[in-house]
């Protein structure tokens, strides 16, 4: 296993799959990975020739008020699961890596950055979006992948691959879900059993709402309407959205964890 701490590091070690023609597949995570991770790492060894992962728990993504100290780091484990997984490169850039002294560059998504999730955390957009334009330069993958999980998210990618004319395809891939329906976080191992619980009212909300949807009625009515129940929740926002097709999308909070997940209205 390859653990590169340096973007020069990078380009060096890739440079010779790149003279070869092997296609570059990356996937940016911020690590403690789950089955979600290892479900985007599989569609990239399926597909390309040369698999990097980038793990960076990006400081810029966080307001100030959240869970950045605390957010769970795993950089073995991470490491053994990758390994294991038929990956020989991990990307783990130093904060100083990917914002040196000075640094004041930003990508901003503009409309799309300031709804939802954008609305809620101010700023988070612009974070996601510079970090994944600077992992993109640095790695120059021919693909890279990413969670339905984050729709918004993946949408506000893909804007940023077409404004500023990226070389690279963008590719979602389902959320993965435990069997209860709960869709795997990193952030779900903040949950107590109770807390987890209450947690299933979300995807079940969601659900409800693609129901009525499909007969015709108001998702976001129905959506809310099972939310309201669930005692000890509270709803940042429940909305309808075209985030790469029309899209359920909720976030809740529970106690002082904060879980989203979403619903295609198409599948
Ligand atoms: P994170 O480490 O939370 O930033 O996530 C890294 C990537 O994994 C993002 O593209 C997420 O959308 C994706 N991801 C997170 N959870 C899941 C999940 N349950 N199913 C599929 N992809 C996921």
């Given at each position: 296993m390859k653990l590169l701490?340096?973007?020069?590091?990078?380009?060096?070690?890739?440079?010779?799959?790149?003279?070869?023609?092997?296609?570059?597949?990356?996937?940016?995570?911020?690590?403690a990975f789950h089955a979600g991770h290892l479900s985007l790492i599989a569609a990239s060894v399926a597909r390309d020739d040369v698999t990097v992962i980038s793990l960076f728990v990006n400081p810029a993504q966080f307001g100030p008020s959240e869970d950045l100290a605390r957010y769970p780091r795993d950089e073995a484990g991470d490491a053994a699961a990758a390994e294991a997984a038929g990956v020989g490169m991990l990307f783990v850039p130093t904060v100083d890596e990917i914002y040196p002294p000075g640094f004041d560059t930003w990508v901003d998504p503009g409309e799309l950055g300031t709804v939802l999730e954008g609305a809620v955390r101010p700023g988070h957009f612009r974070g996601v979006a510079t970090v994944c334009t600077k992992l993109f330069e640095i790695v120059q993958p021919d693909r890279a992948y990413f969670g339905r999980?984050?729709?918004?998210?993946?949408?506000?990618?893909?804007?940023?691959?077409?404004d500023l004319a990226l070389?690279?395809?963008?590719?979602?891939?389902?959320?993965?879900?435990?069997?209860?329906?709960?869709?795997?976080?990193?952030?779900?191992?903040?949950?107590?059993?109770?807390?987890?619980?209450?947690?299933?009212?979300?995807?079940?909300?969601?659900?409800?709402g693609a129901t009525t949807h499909r007969s015709g009625g108001d998702a976001e009515s129905a959506a809310r309407e099972i939310l309201a129940a669930a005692d000890g929740l509270e709803?940042?926002?429940?909305?309808?959205?075209?985030?790469?097709?029309?899209?359920?999308?909720?976030?809740?909070r529970i106690g002082s964890t904060r879980l989203i997940d979403n619903i295609r209205l198409e599948d």
């Open positions: 701490r340096s973007g020069a590091e990078v380009r060096e070690t890739l440079a010779a799959d790149r003279a070869g023609g092997r296609s570059i597949g990356l996937v940016p995570t911020m690590g999980k984050d729709a918004q998210q993946d949408a506000v990618v893909k804007q940023v691959v077409r070389p690279l395809e963008i590719v979602a891939c389902p959320t993965v879900r435990d069997p209860d329906g709960l869709a795997l976080s990193s952030r779900n191992a903040y949950l107590t059993p109770e807390e987890r619980d209450l947690a299933l009212a979300l995807p079940r909300a969601l659900q409800a709803v940042d926002y429940v909305a309808l959205a075209d985030l790469d097709g029309p899209t359920l999308a909720g976030a809740v």
